[in-house]
Structure formats: structure tokens, C-alpha cells
């Protein structure tokens, strides 16, 4: 399909000096996967190895998350869009700054716009509070359903670095609340491909 808009918002991203990050950064991370219109995950921030090789959720997280993913046939070669809600790293990995995501705000608006997906996952508390106005926390909101932009719709899920440091997979853990939403996810999913 006709994604090479995202080609050139990458290019403009690449060249950003809209806030500080960009003095500290190595590399921008614009997006991992693959452009389609059914799933995108947003992130927090680019970490350590992710601003060394400019692509998401490669370091621990990120291989949990394609486990995740995994065990339920979906992969980031084939099904998913991923980005975060800022695209450069924040020093010692710190939340962005008010300042920081509102500057960046624009790149993840027109990702959304040109892909229009129909389902969004927001990773963790940074993305959901960038895509939600609630006062909820994640474990509040994790695993349902809302309207999303473009009619999509949009669930909050755990990040997995929080899953990292919950190892139980006991009844009502965080890793059991993570498989079922991810079922979840994979059958609406597989709905849209009917
Ligand atoms: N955590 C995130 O939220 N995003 C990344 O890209 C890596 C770790």
C-alpha cells in the first residue's frame, strides 16, 4: 500500500532539533515492524540499545514483546506497526518531558493519519497517557477496549519492562493479565482479517 509519506516523515524526524533530545541522541526511532492498517503498538521512548540502532524495542523489553506477540502467531516481520510516543531517547531513560512529548507530538499524529489502524495498543503508562484523557492507571484500564483515533480501537496494555519485573505467572499476575489481553487482541485481530 501507499506508505511512502512515512518515508518522508522519517526523513523530517531524522533532521528534528525541535527539543533538547536531539543534542543527546545518537540515532531518532522513528518506527519498527511493518506499515499496515490493522495493528500499531505505541511505546514509551526509545531506550539505550534502541537509540544505538534507531529501531524500537530491541533491547529486554522488546524481546518480551516479541515473545508476547509470538504466542499468538504475530510478529513485527509481517503484522505489527510499532513506534513510541517520543522518538528520541531521554538522558538515563527518564519520562519525557511535557515539553518533550508535545514537540514530538506531531510525528505520532501523522504515523496514526497515514495508517489509519484499526487496532491501537498503548504500551504502558507514557503511551496511554499521551492517547487517553483519564486519571486511570494502567492496571485500571489494561485490557479493555476504547474508541481510538479514526475509529479504531485502542486497548492500554502492561509494558513489558513492568512484566520484567514481575515474574509470577500465577493467576492475576501481570503476565497472566498480559496473555489474556493478548488473546484478546489477537481475536478482534483475526476478526479484521475475515
Ligand atoms: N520501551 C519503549 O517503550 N519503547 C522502546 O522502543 C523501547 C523500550
Known sequence: MGYEELEIIKEECRNCHKCGLCKTRTNTVFSGGVPNDKLMLIGEAPGFY????????????????????????????????????????????????????????????????????????????????????????????????????????????????YLLRNDSREKGSPKWLMWQDIKEIKRVYDQLCK
Not at 530491541?58 to 514483546?65: E, I, R, S
Not at 503484522?79 to 515539553?99: A, G, W
Not at 489509519?116 to 496511554?128: D, E, H, M, N
Open 50 to 161: 534502541e537509540d544505538k540502532q534507531g529501531e524500537p524495542f530491541v533491547g529486554k523489553a522488546g524481546q518480551l514483546l516479541d515473545k508476547i506477540l509470538g504466542c499468538v502467531g504475530l510478529s513485527r516481520k509481517e503484522h505489527i506497526y510499532i513506534c513510541n510516543t517520543i522518538k528520541c531517547r531521554p538522558p538515563e531513560n527518564r519520562d519525557p518531558l511535557p515539553e518533550e512529548k508535545a514537540a514530538c507530538r506531531a510525528f505520532l499524529d501523522k504515523q496514526i493519519e497515514i495508517l489509519k489502524p484499526r487496532i491501537i495498543l498503548l504500551c504502558g503508562r507514557v503511551a496511554v497517557n499521551s492517547m487517553m484523557e483519564t486519571n486511570q492507571g494502567i492496571t485500571k484500564l489494561r485490557g479493555k477496549w476504547f474508541e481510538g483515533p479514526y475509529f479504531s480501537k485502542m486497548m492500554p496494555i502492561f509494558h513489558p519492562s
